[in-house]
Protein backbone atom coordinates (compact mmCIF):
# COMPACT_ATOMS: atom_id res chain seq x y z
CA UNK A 1 0.00 0.00 0.00
CA UNK A 2 1.48 3.59 -1.13
CA UNK A 3 0.54 6.71 0.82
CA UNK A 4 0.47 9.80 0.09
CA UNK A 5 -0.67 12.70 2.43
CA UNK A 6 -1.55 16.63 1.43
CA UNK A 7 -3.63 18.88 2.40
CA UNK A 8 -1.30 21.09 4.79
CA UNK A 9 -0.52 24.64 5.61
CA UNK A 10 -0.67 27.15 7.86
CA UNK A 11 -3.34 28.16 9.83
CA UNK A 12 -4.40 30.43 12.57
CA UNK A 13 -5.47 29.57 15.71
CA UNK A 14 -8.80 28.56 16.16
CA UNK A 15 -9.25 27.81 12.27
CA UNK A 16 -9.91 24.40 10.63
CA UNK A 17 -8.15 22.32 8.03
CA UNK A 18 -8.94 18.95 6.57
CA UNK A 19 -6.38 16.90 5.57
CA UNK A 20 -6.50 14.09 2.79
CA UNK A 21 -4.43 10.61 2.52
CA UNK A 22 -4.60 9.12 -0.91
CA UNK A 23 -3.63 4.99 -1.07
CA UNK A 24 -3.06 2.71 -3.93
CA UNK A 25 -1.67 -0.13 -4.43
CA UNK A 26 -3.34 -2.36 -2.17
CA UNK A 27 -6.89 -3.33 -0.57
CA UNK A 28 -7.38 -0.17 1.02
CA UNK A 29 -10.57 -1.57 2.59
CA UNK A 30 -9.66 -3.96 4.40
CA UNK A 31 -7.27 -1.41 6.28
CA UNK A 32 -6.99 0.38 9.73
CA UNK A 33 -6.58 4.16 8.49
CA UNK A 34 -4.56 6.24 11.58
CA UNK A 35 -3.65 9.49 11.28
CA UNK A 36 -0.22 10.23 13.37
CA UNK A 37 1.74 13.43 13.86
CA UNK A 38 5.14 14.87 14.68
CA UNK A 39 6.53 17.50 16.27
CA UNK A 40 9.56 19.54 16.46
CA UNK A 41 11.79 17.31 18.83
CA UNK A 42 9.13 14.97 19.97
CA UNK A 43 8.06 11.56 19.13
CA UNK A 44 5.60 10.59 16.39
CA UNK A 45 2.04 10.26 18.01
CA UNK A 46 -1.50 8.66 17.70
CA UNK A 47 -3.68 10.97 16.53
CA UNK A 48 -6.87 9.14 15.31
CA UNK A 49 -7.69 5.95 13.89
CA UNK A 50 -10.83 4.62 11.84
CA UNK A 51 -11.82 1.33 11.44
CA UNK A 52 -11.91 -1.20 8.23
CA UNK A 53 -15.08 -1.55 6.26
CA UNK A 54 -15.68 -4.77 7.58
CA UNK A 55 -17.44 -2.75 10.65
CA UNK A 56 -20.23 -1.34 10.04
CA UNK A 57 -20.99 1.13 11.48
CA UNK A 58 -17.34 2.52 11.27
CA UNK A 59 -15.34 2.87 14.82
CA UNK A 60 -13.51 6.04 15.09
CA UNK A 61 -10.79 6.02 17.90
CA UNK A 62 -9.23 9.74 19.30
CA UNK A 63 -6.14 10.90 20.90
CA UNK A 64 -7.41 12.87 24.26
CA UNK A 65 -6.04 15.85 23.01
CA UNK A 66 -8.06 16.00 19.97
CA UNK A 67 -11.32 14.18 21.03
CA UNK A 68 -13.97 16.97 19.91
CA UNK A 69 -12.19 18.61 17.54
CA UNK A 70 -10.96 16.25 15.09
CA UNK A 71 -12.83 13.69 12.89
CA UNK A 72 -11.61 10.82 10.72
CA UNK A 73 -13.71 9.74 7.66
CA UNK A 74 -12.93 7.69 4.81
CA UNK A 75 -14.11 6.55 1.42
CA UNK A 76 -13.80 3.67 0.37
CA UNK A 77 -14.65 4.34 -3.17
CA UNK A 78 -11.61 6.61 -3.28
CA UNK A 79 -9.19 4.78 -1.31
CA UNK A 80 -9.06 7.81 0.96
CA UNK A 81 -9.06 8.95 4.61
CA UNK A 82 -9.56 12.43 5.60
CA UNK A 83 -8.98 13.89 8.96
CA UNK A 84 -10.87 17.21 9.55
CA UNK A 85 -9.24 19.53 12.30
CA UNK A 86 -11.65 22.14 13.95
CA UNK A 87 -10.75 24.96 16.80
CA UNK A 88 -7.00 24.68 15.80
CA UNK A 89 -4.45 24.93 18.61
CA UNK A 90 -0.84 25.76 18.10
CA UNK A 91 -0.04 23.15 20.21
CA UNK A 92 -1.32 21.13 17.09
CA UNK A 93 1.53 22.55 14.77
CA UNK A 94 3.40 19.10 13.58
CA UNK A 95 4.10 16.80 10.76
CA UNK A 96 1.09 14.80 9.81
CA UNK A 97 1.23 11.23 8.42
CA UNK A 98 -1.24 8.21 7.33
CA UNK A 99 -0.97 4.66 8.01
CA UNK A 100 -2.38 1.91 7.33
CA UNK A 101 -2.54 -1.13 9.91
CA UNK A 102 -3.85 -4.38 8.14
CA UNK A 103 -3.50 -6.40 11.62
CA UNK A 104 -7.03 -5.20 13.19
CA UNK A 105 -5.81 -4.60 16.07
CA UNK A 106 -3.73 -1.73 17.89
CA UNK A 107 -5.59 1.27 16.99
CA UNK A 108 -3.19 3.72 18.29
CA UNK A 109 -0.08 1.86 18.36
CA UNK A 110 2.54 2.91 16.10
CA UNK A 111 3.94 -0.27 15.60
CA UNK A 112 0.98 -2.19 14.38
CA UNK A 113 1.03 0.05 11.20
CA UNK A 114 2.87 -1.29 8.52
CA UNK A 115 2.74 1.54 5.93
CA UNK A 116 2.71 5.11 5.86
CA UNK A 117 2.47 8.29 3.91
CA UNK A 118 5.42 11.15 3.62
CA UNK A 119 3.69 13.52 5.46
CA UNK A 120 1.62 17.39 5.16
CA UNK A 121 2.98 19.61 7.44
CA UNK A 122 0.38 21.92 9.61
CA UNK A 123 1.13 24.83 11.19
CA UNK A 124 -1.00 26.73 13.35
CA UNK A 125 0.22 30.26 14.42
CA UNK A 126 -1.20 31.95 17.56
Known amino acids: VQLQAFGGGLVQAGGCLRV?????????????MGWFRQAAGKEREFVAA???????????YYADSVKGRFTISRDNAKSTVYLQMNSLKSEDTAVYYCAANPRGKGLSYRTEYDYWGQGTELTVSS
Open 50 to 60: ISWSGGTPYYA
Open 20 to 32: SCAASGGTFSTNI
